[in-house]
């Protein structure tokens, strides 16, 4: 195999002098030495400097708490504002601290062509990486508010509000192709290219990535080593991929360890302008020696269609992740193959270094990449649980992924699960929209994968649950027992009440003691009642909120006494007389005969609902729940109508409700009706 090293890679011209700068102050008398910030993205560097002594300033805030030594500015540079303090700091100590700026005087010439065309009114367009040491600099070396922009779209964005004279620059190590796309969208708009443009690319960063590409273009494998930091390295690997699909990329010599290696004739290296060169040397004498071609053969395992693997997540994009499967290529493993859940982006969720578990749909997808899923693993895993949850009816867990047409489907890891709409509830359920995002459980009934068809049950589990609750509730129970409870539903006849996992009927009959004419409007859904159980048939549970001690009727012989005068309201009538509430929970009759000495044809021609009376009790019987009463009696006899009166005497007593007056025996005097009976 053939390795060919790329001329450009490695360290640039500013990052040499920067960190040679670094060292040589580490054997001067101005120590200690201080860089602001790393002097170089590249771990391994900074590292070894730090073992010369050389300590790191964070920010300007720390630029005070140096009291002697030396502040080297790196090769990114500083803004103005940081400079300028420098220089104070510098002053204030008398020289005991010193300022080695080694700024590239590549950058310093842009921090001066922004600094002269910000003052002569231009507006400043920076291209390059709002976040970057370097362009931070940049903008601070402005005089007014520069714009900083990455791509021809953000060019697109600020294009409304630009002045007629601009002036754009980028940053040393931003793409080329970028640049060049950004400077003709400008010159679209009328800009004068030689007015308004200076290219500040380093010649640097713009020939390491023409070699790059070059080079990619010409070996059947890349390599470009750098730390991951680096922006310079990324964007090199991104030209690299374009090129060549078998592009890898590494820190250092450490990382070979688990990338893939067909057997490719030729390998290229690349690196970025902050790759020291012994990590270079490192990667290259590795991949250069005789049997390392036959080692990777050794070492990577051969793979099939439809195999699984588990793999190491190297690099993660928005919408892809590239595995190392321990095979001679990486795994592709894209965002709709990761899972049926929608995600937005796959970083979000994953990270470098994690392990995934997938399956191989395709060796080679033609471009020398291994194409993986994730979700079709997880849906084969997933078949496999719901079919052992069929055979052996095991209850499954799951999430309500959607509302369709005629059910809902239930999403158990990457498997859908459909749920008729007649299986969903043990009741009919008009709206199923409220399960959407509900967690439900339900048995699979119906398991046919060739078919595609999985089918859930909620219905059955709702109904077994139930029927183990009354089985349970009916244990515990027995009429007579007081219980409190909770109103489910209201209907015209009476209430259901749940009384532990079961409902029993609170009929209208037994709601109270008093007349109760519409339930409705004494109970709603969620009251609590004490009740107590009547009756039990089989499962039906007969519920009754009339207490025997709280029973009008249980010393009604005194209270209603015959003779005792009364008041009461009344509460309906019939042709045959009145009935009166002289009491909550009981109505008396009052007979026709018994509304007045005058001669009455219905109660309704005197009398009205809700009007207020008083009577005389002419007869009690509580075993009947019967009371008669009479307003008659207490009118005064006439003395001249007293013949005339006896010769048309009504009846003496009052007819029982469901017989006319006339029929009515002595015997029958007294009489009432129950309070439920109308
Ligand atoms: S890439 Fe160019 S501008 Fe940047 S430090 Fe290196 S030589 Fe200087």
Not at 111 to 120: C, D, F, L, N, T
Not at 296 to 306: A, C, V
Request: charged share 30%; with cysteine; hydrophobic share 35%.
């Amino acid at each position: 195999m053939e390795v060919r090293l790329a001329k450009t890679a490695g360290f640039c011209f500013g990052v040499e002098r920067a960190v040679n700068t670094v060292i040589g102050l580490t054997k001067g008398d101005c120590l200690p030495v201080y860089t602001f910030g790393p002097i170089i993205h590249n771990e391994a560097v900074v590292k070894d400097l730090e073992n010369r002594g050389v300590r790191i300033l964070q920010d300007e805030s720390e630029i005070d708490s140096v009291t002697e030594g030396t502040i080297v500015i790196r090769s990114h540079g500083v803004s103005r504002a940081v400079h300028d303090h420098m220089k104070r700091r510098e002053e204030e100590t008398g020289g005991r601290v010193k300022i080695a700026d080694a700024t590239c005087p590549f950058v310093k010439k842009i921090h001066k062509i922004a600094e002269q065309e910000s003052k002569a009114g231009k507006q400043m367009i920076i291209c390059g990486d709002a976040a970057h040491p370097e362009v931070q600099g940049i903008v601070g070396w402005c005089v007014s508010p520069a714009i900083v922009i990455g791509s021809v779209e953000e060019a697109e964005r600020i294009a409304d509000g630009l002045p007629k004279e601009i002036c754009v620059v980028s940053q040393t190590t931003f793409h080329f192709n970028k640049f060049k796309s950004i400077i003709a969208f400008f010159a679209s708009l009328g800009y004068d290219r030689n007015d308004s443009v200076v290219n500040t690319i380093c010649n640097a960063t713009e020939e390491r990535q023409t070699e790059a590409k070059r080079l990619a273009g010409e070996c059947d494998a890349m390599v470009v080593i750098g730390s991951e930091s680096s922006s310079n390295t990324r964007k090199l690997y991104e030209i690299c991929r374009q090129e060549c699909p078998n592009t890898f990329y590494v820190q250092s010599v450490d990382d070979l360890g688990y990338r893939a290696f067909p057997s490719f004739r030729c390998v290229g290296i690349t690196a970025g302008a902050s790759t020291p060169k012994n990590i270079i040397e490192e990667v290259q004498n590795r991949m250069a020696e005789e049997n390392f071609e036959q080692m990777l053969d050794e070492t990577f395992k051969t793979i099939h269609n439809g195999e699984v693997v588990e793999g190491t997540v190297i690099r993660v994009k928005e919408d892809e992740i590239a595995l190392s499967i321990g095979y001679k290529a990486d795994g592709i493993l894209s965002k709709s193959e990761y899972s049926s859940q929608p995600i937005a982006d796959l970083r979000e969720v994953v990270k470098e270094g994690d392990k995934i578990a997938v399956k191989i749909l395709k060796v080679n997808d033609g471009e020398g990449q291994v194409l993986l899923s994730r979700k079709r693993l997880a849906a084969d895993r997933t078949s496999q649980i719901l079919q052992d949850a069929f055979e052996n009816k095991t209850v499954v867990t799951a999430k309500v992924s959607e509302v369709v047409k005629g059910g809902i489907t239930a999403l158990v890891d990457e498997c859908r699960v459909f749920i008729p709409a007649s299986l969903v509830s043990d009741t009919f359920e008009k709206d199923l929209t409220k399960y959407q995002g509900q967690e439900i459980s339900f048995l699979i009934t119906d398991y046919d994968p060739k078919k595609r068809s999985i089918i859930g049950n909620r219905r059955v589990l709702l109904t077994e649950q139930k029927k183990a609750a009354m089985e349970e509730a009916l244990s515990r129970i027995q009429p007579g027992d007081v219980i409190e409870g909770v109103v489910k539903n209201v209907t015209d006849f009476g209430a259901f009440v749940d009384i532990g996992g079961i409902d029993g009927l609170l009929h209208i009959s037994e709601m109270s003691w008093g007349r109760v004419g519409n339930p409705k409007k004494h109970y709603k859904t969620g009251d609590t009642v004490r009740v107590y159980v009547k009756d039990i048939k089989n499962d039906k549970i007969a519920l009754s909120a009339k207490f025997a001690d709280e029973n009008p009727w249980a010393n009604a012989e005194e209270r209603f006494a015959p003779g005792t005068i009364v008041t009461g309201k009344v509460a309906r009538m019939t042709d045959f007389g009145a009935f009166v509430e002289i009491y909550p929970g009981v109505d008396a009759l009052l007979h026709v005969s018994q509304i007045s000495r005058k001669r009455v044809e219905k109660p309704s021609d005197v009398l009205k609902i809700g009007q207020e009376i008083e009577a005389t009790i002419l007869d009690v019987r509580p075993d009947d729940q019967k009371i008669s009463i009479s307003m008659r009696a207490l009118e005064a006899e006439p003395e001249e109508e007293t013949v005339a009166t006896t010769e048309e005497a009504p009846a003496e007593a009052a007819p029982v409700e469901d017989a006319p007056a006339e029929e009515v025996t002595n015997e029958e005097t007294a009489t009432t009706a129950p309070a439920d009976a109308e």
